[in-house]
């Protein structure tokens, strides 16, 4: 009986080249199973080439919806980045797509599933620890690491050596990825730090700042306990919101970063991503995080997020720890409800107000107005206590200094811990 293998199958080069390479490899049936996140594409086409290549069956399992709900809006709730500019979003997508691999590999009673990611990235370690997590017993196939292909030259030289169809060609450049939220980049020049990016011949959602028009854009966002629910008063789904923004914000330049990032594997690459959308709404949310927490559970938020940024970056979801922090995030969001509207305009955002039941912004306090909330000459105990530790260093680094003689040849003993027997320490203990 032949061995069947659940392969995560793209449509791209590297996974093309991985159905007849299982087949001379094992003596197996293949599995195509193709994740629709939301990413550009003709999965008429996709699943006739995996067919023409060699797999068995290719089904396409749309999880557009399960992918918003149930792994962006928890990284969003959180505000969550991975080293300060990236809004994680092929970390997000890979363990659900190491989800939907082995669910198909149960209901295929397969052996084993492959992959198709790369000896040095971080998507290996996404999928690995995914299904390692799920599936602890399903044995895990990464060609990459184990084939003698070096270069995606090489794999189009095996697929032409085979008559089989090559699903790019060698002028093609830049390495994407690509889901509902966002576009990743690389290659090309983006291989040098020091070459600026050629954004012109590179974006797909969004246009360059400077192309973009000069009159602002406007949008308000509805939330409730932290999740965004509607555009300018209109109740909308989490998928259409989404696409709603990329138009707006891409029209408007908004969302474009250029990364130097530390990979899980340990080397430094360099990605330019389009999060247009989703820079909207990390925007926005923390706005209202700023009006609506108190300043304790804003600052704590603030390492969470952080924490949390590094577990989903590292493939981490299905952990105790991103529970853990995920189920924090959540109890901060029971007063995330209201209303932010921002502007945009040239790949910049601003806030344009916020409002909400739960705002902690309270006018009769804050106005230089004196109120009966606040007393001014309150201030003055509050200040001596709060400053209480620096007030002793001062005094302490006034005083005299232990060794020192003073006058009349008397040694100062003064900061000396005292001792049982001294003079000075008896009678001290009542």
């Not at 550009?40 to 069956?57: N, V």
Request: with cysteine.
């Amino acid at each position: 009986m032949k061995k069947k293998i659940v392969l995560a199958y793209s449509g791209g080069l590297d996974t093309t080249v991985i159905i007849p390479w299982l087949k001379e490899n094992y003596d197996c049936d293949i599995a195509a199973v193709c994740v629709d996140l939301g990413q550009e594409a003709d999965w008429k086409t996709i699943k006739k080439r995996a067919l023409d290549t060699g797999a068995r069956s290719c089904v396409v399992v749309n999880v557009k919806k399960e992918y918003v709900e149930q792994y962006i809006w928890p990284a969003l709730k959180a505000n969550a980045l991975y080293e300060d500019k990236y809004l994680l979003g092929t970390s997000t997508a890979r363990p659900l797509i190491a989800k939907v691999l082995v669910e198909a590999a149960r209901k295929e009673r397969a052996a084993a599933i492959a992959h198709g990611a790369t000896g040095k990235g971080n998507d290996q370690v996404r999928f690995d620890l995914g299904i390692m997590a799920l599936a602890p017993e399903m044995e895990i196939i990464a060609p990459w690491r184990s084939w003698e292909l070096k270069s995606r030259e090489d794999e189009i030289r095996y697929l032409e050596e085979r008559k089989l169809p090559v699903p790019m060609t060698r002028q093609e450049s830049y390495s994407r990825d690509d889901n509902l939220w966002h576009i990743s980049h690389e290659g090309r020049e983006l291989e040098d730090p020091a070459k600026e990016p050629d954004l012109d011949s590179m974006l797909k959602m969004s246009v360059s700042p400077e192309r973009a028009p000069a009159t602002a854009a406007y949008v308000e966002i509805g939330f409730e306990k932290g999740v965004p629910v509607s555009l300018d008063g209109k109740k909308m789904d989490g998928v259409s919101l989404i696409l709603a923004l990329n138009k707006l914000g891409g029209a408007n330049g908004i969302g474009i970063s250029d990364i130097v990032e530390n990979r899980v594997v340990g080397m430094k690459s360099r990605g330019v991503y389009e999060t247009p959308g989703g820079s909207i709404l990390y925007y926005a949310h923390q706005e209202l995080e700023h009006l609506c927490l108190d300043r304790q559970t804003y600052a704590f938020k603030q390492i969470v997020a952080g924490k949390l940024g590094e577990v989903i970056y590292g493939g981490l979801w299905f952990t105790p720890l991103r529970e853990a922090l995920s189920a924090f995030v959540d109890s901060t969001q029971e007063t995330l409800t209201g209303t932010v509207r921002v502007k945009l305009c040239k790949g910049l955002i601003s806030s344009a107000g916020a409002v909400s039941p739960y705002s902690l912004y309270n006018a009769s306090i804050a106005s230089f107005t004196t109120g009966e909330l606040y007393n001014h000459a309150d201030a003055k105990g509050f200040i001596r206590l709060y400053g209480l530790p620096i007030l002793v260093r001062a005094l302490m680094q006034r005083a005299p200094k232990p060794g020192k003689k003073r006058g009349g040849g008397q040694q100062n003993t003064e900061g000396k811990i005292p001792r049982p027997g001294d003079a000075k320490s008896k009678g001290t203990a009542g």
